[in-house]
């Protein structure tokens, strides 16, 4: 089992903006966080310091 | 342990591998010949009867793919979503310190609310004061410079940014911004102040080559611009980060090969991002175009043709689910669009539309009945949601579609409905290009503003 793509670690994350990757349907966290981007799809998320815990 | 609601599995073509991606998670991995069917018998709870390679397990629950017991699953995304969506140590801003704008955009929603006028400075104030005024938790302001053309009203967003900047420094808190611009005015000089002054990131709409893009996005005066904005992007690539939009319709999908031939003469393919929006046919005079707009489903299809293409020319591909507790800001209480004179909004679609409007920056923010109705919808309202095996990604999709275009005020599901599968092959794709060296590693991954 090889990961192409890492999961999130398994939490829905949030991010400094307080939105949320959407992906590309209308979502501002990749642009607006300021965090670093994983790098390799475009979103926050790996980068993200704000994790709401379940 | 068991198995995950939101598992799905993918068969590849070659030697019996999958594909497999969860959605609370989003991590896609691939499975050899050899683990495949352990991972399917460890899915359905035959832990005893197969030999397990090393790691697996934690690997599967790393994904997701498998979880404890106990865990409800839409219950914890649904705890997740309120907790979100009522945070208040942001707040994001949409400001549109004009409406008035140098394009003439056949398919502009903004149609009977564009006027001139500029953000008075009195209204800069209360702007200001209001942000000071938001909750004592405030740790980040996100502001997105929208319009009308936002460059028309440059000195504004200077100004207020430079306010914004000073105010969050106090708090020790941090401030970011970006902007949708039609590109017309971003020329060089102009990249470097609204870098100077915290813009990382602007979105700018082609919608073909020259004469497909004129006719679409024309100046007030009915000539083109699509040179003007092309020359643009070349001159502030470096210094802004910059993704292409594409609004696509049935009438230029056919097209968007002839952008990207001009995009890659200019060498800017591995120097920002693109991305394909579905044209929309919102209320009032946008209804015009909707007859040429796509269904939601015909232009899934059409979308994963256009990034089978763009990667099959080496692009790099951003489009890729993620978990997410709200679809966007419209629905969380610290999020607001501002008009030029000081009107909020939960939704980009309704700025400037009276009914839509739930308070003024100058007064405390109440919960009348419009905000309410933002507040409070919800896909966890719906069984059809709860059900959903996408509902981490989609998460009732755009609520202005429930709460405005849909009569019934019901939920209208994502893309991901369609073509997830397709996208999800797509990504493999990609990550197997770059294994090969065919794909070079793009720094602008796309991303998007509406519009």
């Given at each position: 089992?090889?990961?192409?793509?890492?999961?999130?670690?398994?939490?829905?994350p949030?991010?400094?903006?307080?939105?949320?990757?959407?992906?590309?349907?209308g979502?501002?966290?990749?642009?607006?966080?300021?965090?670093k981007?994983?790098?390799?799809?475009?979103?926050?998320?790996?980068?993200?310091?704000?994790?709401?815990?379940? | 342990?068991?198995a995950?609601?939101?598992?799905?599995?993918?068969?590849?073509?070659?030697?019996?591998?999958?594909l497999?991606?969860?959605?609370?998670?989003?991590?896609?991995?691939?499975?050899?010949?050899?683990?495949?069917?352990?991972?399917?018998?460890?899915l359905?709870?035959?832990?005893?009867?197969?030999?397990?390679?090393?790691?697996?397990?934690?690997?599967?629950?790393?994904?997701?793919?498998?979880?404890d017991?106990?865990?409800?699953?839409?219950?914890?995304?649904e705890?997740?979503?309120?907790?979100?969506?009522?945070?208040?140590?942001?707040?994001?801003?949409?400001?549109?310190?004009?409406?008035?704008?140098?394009?003439?955009?056949?398919?502009?929603?903004?149609?009977?609310?564009r006027?001139?006028?500029?953000?008075?400075?009195?209204?800069?104030?209360?702007?200001?004061d209001?942000?000071?005024?938001?909750?004592?938790?405030?740790?980040?302001?996100?502001?997105?410079?929208?319009?009308?053309?936002?460059?028309?009203?440059?000195?504004?967003?200077?100004?207020?940014?430079r306010?914004?900047?000073?105010?969050?420094?106090?708090?020790?808190?941090?401030?970011t911004?970006?902007?949708?611009?039609?590109?017309?005015?971003?020329?060089?000089?102009?990249a470097?102040?609204?870098?100077?002054?915290?813009?990382?990131?602007?979105?700018?709409?082609?919608?073909?080559?020259?004469?497909?893009?004129?006719?679409?996005?024309?100046?007030?005066?009915?000539?083109?611009?699509?040179?003007?904005?092309?020359?643009?992007?070349?001159e502030?690539?470096?210094?802004?980060?910059?993704?292409?939009?594409?609004?696509?319709?049935?009438?230029?999908?056919?097209?968007?090969?002839?952008?990207?031939?001009?995009?890659?003469?200019?060498?800017?393919?591995h120097?920002?991002?693109?991305?394909?929006?579905?044209?929309?046919?919102?209320?009032?005079?946008?209804?015009?175009?909707?007859?040429?707009?796509?269904?939601?489903q015909?232009?899934?299809?059409?979308?994963t043709?256009?990034?089978?293409?763009?990667?099959?020319?080496?692009?790099?591909?951003?489009?890729?689910?993620?978990?997410?507790?709200?679809?966007?800001?419209?629905?969380?209480?610290?999020?607001?669009?501002?008009?030029?004179?000081?009107?909020?909004?939960k939704?980009?679609?309704?700025?400037?539309?009276?009914?839509?409007?739930?308070?003024?920056?100058?007064?405390?923010?109440?919960?009348?009945?419009?905000?309410?109705?933002?507040?409070?919808t919800?896909?966890?309202?719906?069984?059809?949601?709860?059900?959903?095996p996408?509902?981490?990604?989609?998460?009732?999709?755009?609520?202005?579609?429930?709460?405005?275009?849909?009569?019934?005020?019901?939920?209208?599901?994502?893309?991901?409905?369609?073509?997830?599968?397709?996208?999800?092959?797509?990504?493999?794709?990609?990550?197997?290009?770059?294994?090969?060296?065919?794909?070079?590693?793009?720094?602008?991954q796309?991303?998007?503003?509406?519009?």
């Amino acid at each position: 089992m090889e990961y192409i793509v890492e999961p999130t670690g398994g939490e829905v994350p949030d991010a400094p903006c307080g939105l949320n990757a959407c992906g590309l349907n209308g979502c501002l966290i990749n642009v607006i966080c300021g965090a670093k981007a994983c790098g390799l799809y475009g979103c926050l998320i790996d980068a993200c310091p704000v994790l709401i815990a379940p | 342990m068991k198995a995950s609601s939101y598992n799905v599995i993918l068969p590849l073509d070659a030697e019996q591998a999958y594909l497999a991606f969860n959605c609370a998670s989003c991590g896609l991995a691939v499975l050899n010949a050899d683990t495949a069917p352990i991972f399917q018998a460890l899915l359905e709870g035959n832990l005893l009867d197969v030999k397990t390679p090393a790691n697996l397990v934690e690997e599967m629950r790393r994904g997701a793919f498998l979880i404890d017991d106990e865990i409800d699953e839409v219950a914890r995304l649904e705890a997740i979503h309120w907790a979100s969506r009522f945070q208040t140590n942001t707040l994001s801003l949409t400001i549109a310190p004009t409406l008035a704008c140098n394009l003439r955009c056949l398919y502009c929603y903004e149609q009977d609310v564009r006027r001139g006028g500029r953000m008075s400075a009195e209204t800069e104030q209360q702007i200001v004061d209001f942000c000071q005024a938001n909750d004592r938790t405030l740790r980040h302001l996100s502001v997105v410079w929208y319009g009308g053309e936002p460059l028309l009203a440059k000195g504004i967003i200077l100004h207020l940014a430079r306010r914004f900047r000073e105010m969050m420094d106090r708090r020790e808190g941090t401030y970011t911004s970006s902007m949708v611009s039609n590109g017309y005015l971003l020329d060089r000089a102009t990249a470097l102040e609204l870098r100077e002054h915290g813009v990382e990131f602007v979105q700018v709409t082609l919608d073909g080559p020259p004469a497909v893009h004129d006719s679409r996005r024309p100046r007030v005066g009915g000539r083109g611009s699509f040179e003007t904005i092309l020359h643009n992007l070349t001159e502030i690539v470096d210094l802004l980060r910059v993704v292409i939009r594409v609004n696509v319709d049935q009438t230029n999908q056919e097209m968007v090969p002839g952008l990207l031939d001009i995009l890659e003469a200019e060498g800017l393919k591995h120097k920002l991002g693109i991305y394909f929006a579905q044209l929309e046919a919102y209320e009032a005079s946008h209804k015009a175009v909707a007859k040429r707009c796509f269904s939601d489903q015909s232009f899934s299809r059409v979308e994963t043709q256009l990034y089978q293409l763009a990667l099959e020319r080496g692009w790099q591909i951003g489009k890729y689910p993620q978990p997410m507790a709200t679809y966007c800001g419209a629905t969380r209480l610290n999020a607001f669009v501002i008009d030029p004179w000081g009107n909020l909004y939960k939704c980009w679609n309704t700025i400037g539309d009276e009914r839509r409007r739930v308070g003024h920056v100058s007064q405390v923010v109440t919960l009348n009945a419009e905000h309410v109705r933002w507040l409070v919808t919800s896909p966890f309202k719906y069984e059809t949601c709860r059900r959903c095996p996408i509902l981490p990604i989609c998460m009732g999709g755009c609520p202005y579609n429930t709460l405005v275009e849909n009569v019934e005020n019901v939920p209208r599901c994502e893309r991901w409905r369609y073509n997830l599968r397709d996208i999800l092959m797509l990504r493999y794709e990609m990550s197997r290009k770059q294994r090969q060296g065919q794909t070079a590693v793009n720094p602008v991954q796309p991303a998007s503003l509406s519009r």
